[in-house]
Every structure is written in C-alpha cells, then in structure tokens.
C-alpha cells in the first residue's frame, strides 16, 4: 500500500515542478539594475504589444513593437517606424548647389536581437542590447 501511494505522490510533484509551463504575465519588467538616473523597461501590452523604455540621464527614448512566446522565450520585434540602424549611418541633406550636409539619423535600440529567457516573474536577456546610451544585459523583473 505504501509503494503505490508514494509513486503517486513522486508523480504529482513531479508535475507541478517540472510539468508546468512557462506564461508570460502583462505588465512592466524592470531591470535589476535599475538605478537613480539609469533605466531599462519592458512593458508587454495586450495584443501582443511592447514598449521598451531606456534611459540614462539626458539619454533615454523608447520603441514599440511585437511579442510572441516560442517555448520558454520571449521573441520582440521592433515596429516598422524605429530605423535599424546600427551602422550609425547618415543622410545627406542637398541645401543648394553647393551645400550638403550630413544629417546622422536617430538611433533606436532593437532589443529584439536577443532572446529573452522566461524565468518565472523575470525576464533574462541572453545578450547584451545596445541602447545607444548603456549596454543592458541582465534580468527584468515583474513589478507587481
């Protein structure tokens, strides 16, 4: 009687360790690094919207865009108005003739160029995102 019993008992915590997947909450994930005039947010939205907000000091900005879950990550990617333009190229403005100026075009972050790991109310970037002001690598947590 006791053999059974405890094989049943193995396999219920079995499964309620290892047999429940991970879900993706709404909400904000700040990051632990968060400091006084250092940021970095994700906000995921309904509809499988985001909202990653950065800054550090006079240098901050935000992107919009997509989410989907594939598995234990969370895939992002950005909306189709930020620029991809991590080779901080340039546009060439023709005033006149004889005047052209290069105009540097924004940069905006693509913190979909890394897989975000799904580790209960957290999230970890498996690399590093250059948010032109810092490099943010490191856990986002849920604020409940």
Same mark, same amino acid.
């Given at each position: 009687?006791? $053999? ?13 360790? @290892?047999?429940?997947? +991970?879900?993706?909450? =709404?909400?904000?994930?700040? %990051?632990?690094?968060? +400091?006084?005039? +250092?940021? %970095?947010?994700? *906000? ?24 989907? +879950?594939?598995?234990?990550? =969370? =895939? *992002? ?11 901080? $190229? ?7 003739? !004889? *005047? ?18 799904? $580790?209960?109310? %957290? *999230?970890? !970037?498996?690399?590093?995102?250059? !948010?032109?002001? @810092? ?7 849920? $604020?409940?």
């Amino acid at each position: 009687m006791k $053999k059974p019993f405890l094989t049943f008992l193995l396999i219920i915590i079995y499964i309620f360790v @290892f047999g429940q997947k +991970k879900e993706i909450r =709404l909400g904000n994930y700040n %990051s632990v690094d968060n +400091k006084f005039e +250092k940021w %970095s947010i994700l *906000l995921l939205q309904k509809e499988n919207r985001f909202v990653y907000k950065y800054g550090q000091g006079g240098c901050q900005g935000e992107v919009t865009g997509s989410w989907i +879950k594939k598995g234990n990550y =969370l =895939l *992002l990617e950005n909306g189709s108005e930020y620029i991809n333009n991590e080779n901080n $190229k340039t546009d060439l403005l023709q005033v006149n003739d !004889t *005047l052209a100026m290069e105009i540097p075009l924004p940069f905006y972050p693509n913190p979909g160029k890394v897989k975000w790991k799904i $580790k209960g109310n %957290s *999230l970890k !970037t498996e690399d590093e995102i250059d !948010t032109g002001c @810092f490099y943010e690598k490191g856990i986002h947590k849920l $604020k409940e």
